[in-house]
């Protein structure tokens, strides 16, 4: 999702060349800022990207696994999500 998220903020010319935003929280929210805020996608891609956002976290983070369910889920969000923004934002 979060290449995605570059892969979005590049094609919009939002950011240039070079790596872009430094951490998975600024890239979150320019996100927001740039493409859900300005009415270009729909609140629930900010909404997945920050549910998703949280099982990284824990996954990555947290002292136990992530369970099959929140995994499971996880992909499936990142699917549609990712779906979506080749849709809205497809490549020149």
């Known amino acids: 999702m979060f290449d995605a998220v570059h892969a979005?903020?590049?094609i919009k010319g939002i950011v240039s060349e070079g790596p872009g935003p430094k951490t998975?929280?600024?890239l979150i929210s320019l996100?927001?800022?740039?493409?859900?805020q300005t009415g270009?996608?729909?609140?629930?891609?900010?909404?997945?990207?920050?549910?998703?956002q949280q099982v990284r976290l824990q996954g990555d983070y947290a002292?136990?696994?992530l369970s099959l369910e929140?995994?499971?889920?996880?992909?499936?969000?990142?699917?549609?999500?990712?779906?979506?923004?080749?849709?809205a934002f497809p490549l020149p």
């Open 70 to 87: 929140d995994a499971t889920r996880a992909v499936a969000q990142a699917e549609t999500f990712v779906a979506g923004l080749r849709e």
């Open 31 to 36: 996100f927001s800022r740039e493409l859900v």
């Open 63 to 65: 002292a136990g696994p």
């Open 40 to 52: 270009q996608l729909d609140v629930a891609y900010s909404k997945a990207l920050n549910k998703v």
């Open 8 to 10: 979005a903020l590049r």
């Open 24 to 26: 998975h929280n600024g």
